[in-house]
């Protein structure tokens, strides 16, 4: 969905209540509807029972929104309504909140959608103790929800994340993520007269890393799609970076990425490492289609991270950003040894 939200007291006086309400509405209800869609449907979809699924795991959706919105309620009057908001006790409170959360929320979709998480550690030492950049690739829904998920919980990290402005149209994520520090990307036409770019965003929100804190970031900017592929590559030598453009054409699975972001965060705290995430098993799931046709998904989705201690990144802005490229060059790599399908031709965007 790329239409902007509304303004912030529309979401909170509007859209949040709604949910809750809504919620109450289908606590009473879902279980049984579930069960009579599922009795009809079964007889037409032997076996995969794609309706109730959609209207089981919708609804689960919104009572998990409303019960976290609840909860977020509590710790905004605990706080003294806001006064206190700020200081470390109910910074770590939002975060045990959100581990808690996505727990719960994994927990349905392993036994609703049948999807299973595997992750390969391997090459993902040396950054304890350490302040940590994040960069994943971005290719099907709900890879940040995944991310989020393995920095609060299995890396046990306060997360710092970057992401789209459009997501704020789910009330918990917006709540949550404007009392845990994040950053919402609103496109340059719309951003507000004096206000400060991605890279300067990014900066502010990446300085001064506690030890056990990650910043999340998608160089990238968005799913990929062939469009966007194109459109980047385009941008590089129009800019005249036509070395980077070939780089960028010769890796088919993924899309070049932007260095700004990156490179401000590395300079925001001296200390901080860098991981590389690459994931695969949703880039299949494009539209609203795909996703309907693949249910239940039954896949497994695999990660494999790479970590950089800080003293081994080179120093300098054209470095890091060749270092990044290449990153992106072995991630393609990974991609295209683990069967990962390339790019689709044609002119299908998504709707996220």
Same mark, same amino acid.
């Given at each position: 969905?790329?239409?902007?939200?509304?303004?912030?007291?529309?979401?909170?006086?509007?859209?949040?209540?709604?949910?809750?309400?809504?919620?109450?509405?289908?606590?009473?209800?879902?279980?049984?509807?579930?069960?009579?869609?599922?009795?009809?449907?079964?007889?037409?979809?032997?076996?995969?029972?794609?309706?109730?699924?959609?209207?089981?795991?919708?609804?689960?959706?919104?009572?998990?929104?409303?019960?976290?919105?609840?909860?977020?309620?509590?710790?905004?009057?605990?706080?003294?309504?806001? %006064?206190?908001? =700020?200081?470390?006790?109910?910074?770590?409170?939002?975060?045990?909140?959100? @581990?808690? !959360?996505?727990?719960?929320?994994?927990? *349905? #979709?392993?036994?609703?959608?049948?999807?299973?998480?595997?992750?390969?550690?391997?090459?993902?030492?040396?950054?304890?103790?350490?302040?940590?950049?994040?960069?994943?690739?971005?290719?099907?829904?709900?890879?940040?929800?995944?991310?989020?998920?393995?920095?609060?919980?299995?890396?046990?990290? &306060?997360?710092?994340?970057?992401?789209?402005?459009?997501? *704020?149209?789910?009330?918990?994520?917006?709540?949550?993520?404007?009392?845990?520090?994040?950053?919402?990307?609103?496109?340059?036409?719309?951003?507000?007269?004096? $206000?400060?770019?991605?890279?300067?965003?990014?900066? /502010?929100?990446?300085?001064?890393?506690?030890?056990?804190?990650?910043?999340?970031?998608?160089?990238?900017?968005?799913?990929?799609?062939?469009?966007?592929?194109?459109?980047?590559?385009?941008?590089?030598?129009?800019?005249? &970076? =036509?070395?980077?453009? $070939?780089?960028?054409? @010769?890796?088919?699975?993924? !899309?070049?990425?932007? #260095? @700004? @972001?990156?490179?401000?965060?590395?300079?925001?705290?001296?200390?901080?490492?860098? +991981?590389?995430?690459?994931?695969?098993?949703? /880039?299949?799931?494009?539209?609203?289609?795909?996703? %309907?046709? /693949?249910?239940? !998904?039954?896949?497994?989705?695999?990660?494999?991270?790479?970590?950089?201690?800080?003293?081994?990144?080179?120093?300098?802005?054209?470095?890091?950003?060749? %270092?990044?490229?290449? *990153?992106? #060059?072995?991630?393609?790599?990974?991609?295209?040894?683990?069967? +990962?399908?390339?790019?689709?031709?044609?002119?299908? =965007?998504?709707?996220?």
């Amino acid at each position: 969905m790329n239409v902007p939200p509304p303004p912030r007291w529309v979401r909170r006086l509007l859209l949040a209540p709604a949910v809750v309400v809504l919620a109450v509405l289908l606590v009473p209800t879902s279980i049984m509807l579930v069960l009579l869609v599922g009795g009809i449907v079964s007889w037409a979809l032997p076996g995969r029972l794609r309706a109730p699924r959609v209207l089981w795991v919708a609804s689960f959706y919104v009572v998990w929104d409303a019960a976290a919105l609840v909860a977020l309620f509590g710790l905004w009057v605990g706080s003294g309504f806001g %006064w206190a908001l =700020d200081r470390p006790a109910f910074r770590r409170a939002h975060v045990r909140l959100a @581990g808690t !959360m996505l727990s719960v929320l994994f927990w *349905q #979709v392993r036994w609703t959608l049948r999807l299973r998480i595997d992750v390969d550690l391997s090459e993902a030492d040396g950054l304890d103790g350490a302040p940590v950049l994040v960069v994943s690739r971005h290719a099907g829904p709900g890879d940040s929800f995944v991310l989020m998920d393995r920095i609060v919980n299995a890396a046990g990290r &306060e997360p710092r994340v970057v992401l789209k402005d459009t997501l *704020q149209w789910d009330p918990t994520i917006d709540v949550l993520l404007h009392r845990v520090p994040a950053y919402f990307v609103v496109p340059r036409s719309r951003r507000p007269h004096g $206000a400060p770019s991605g890279s300067e965003a990014v900066a /502010e929100l990446a300085t001064d890393l506690a030890p056990d804190s990650a910043v999340l970031l998608f160089p990238e900017g968005g799913n990929v799609t062939p469009r966007r592929r194109d459109a980047r590559i385009a941008a590089l030598r129009a800019s005249g &970076e =036509d070395d980077l453009a $070939a780089l960028a054409e @010769g890796m088919p699975h993924v !899309m070049a990425p932007h #260095v @700004g @972001g990156f490179l401000a965060a590395l300079d925001a705290t001296p200390t901080t490492g860098v +991981a590389v995430v690459a994931h695969t098993g949703l /880039e299949r799931l494009v539209t609203v289609r795909d996703i %309907w046709r /693949e249910l239940p !998904m039954d896949k497994r989705l695999t990660l494999k991270i790479w970590a950089t201690p800080r003293e081994a990144l080179p120093a300098g802005d054209e470095e890091r950003a060749a %270092w990044l490229y290449a *990153q992106w #060059v072995r991630l393609d790599a990974w991609l295209a040894a683990s069967g +990962a399908p390339t790019v689709p031709s044609g002119d299908r =965007d998504p709707a996220t």
